[in-house]
């Protein structure tokens, strides 16, 4: 098997039931990028509970504004990232049809020509791994792997993302999305 073979971008990466107490405790996130170098991903299923323009001061079309923000990961917390797709991506460097971006032009550009068919999500902050760490956190089973798709990119409610994915690979993991957040209460 190559290494490369081994690196997990287009990947979801599950709380594998492991990460109790922590950051990471029943997220989901996209490994967006993955190499020797390390990895970065953006936490799916976390909200701010607040919107794009109640947190950046930028001039941005009104429908960025109102777009809910989501916390990408523990890492710079102020940094922007955005993920988004179309029906004609051809250049979309996650998975088929959807990109990762982070310059601020690049997400007016997108806001002023949003279509349809165009769909967009934005994070402050990352996951990030330093060479290694996110390989050593998978072999202690850590984490649990699935593949992404624009539908639970962007149509599953977060709040409900990890516990979906999880009844969907069905046996074990099925019984793990029945967890509670607090183990105390079980």
Known sequence: MAETDTFLKGQLLLDSGQLSGSFFQHTVVLICQHDAEGAFGLVLNRTTGKNVGDMIVADLPEALKECPLFVGGPVQPTALSF????????????????????????????????????????????????????????????????PASLELVFEIAPAELWRTILRRKGGKFKLLSQSPEDLSLN
């Open 83 to 146: 993920l988004h797709s179309d029906a004609l991506l051809p250049d979309a460097n996650v998975i088929p049809h959807l990109s990762l971006g982070h310059s601020l032009d690049e997400l007016v550009e997108i806001g002023e020509a949003l279509s349809a068919t165009h769909k967009l999500k934005m994070f402050s902050g990352y996951a990030g791994w330093s060479p290694g760490q996110l390989e050593n956190e998978m072999k202690h089973k850590a984490w649990l792997t699935h």
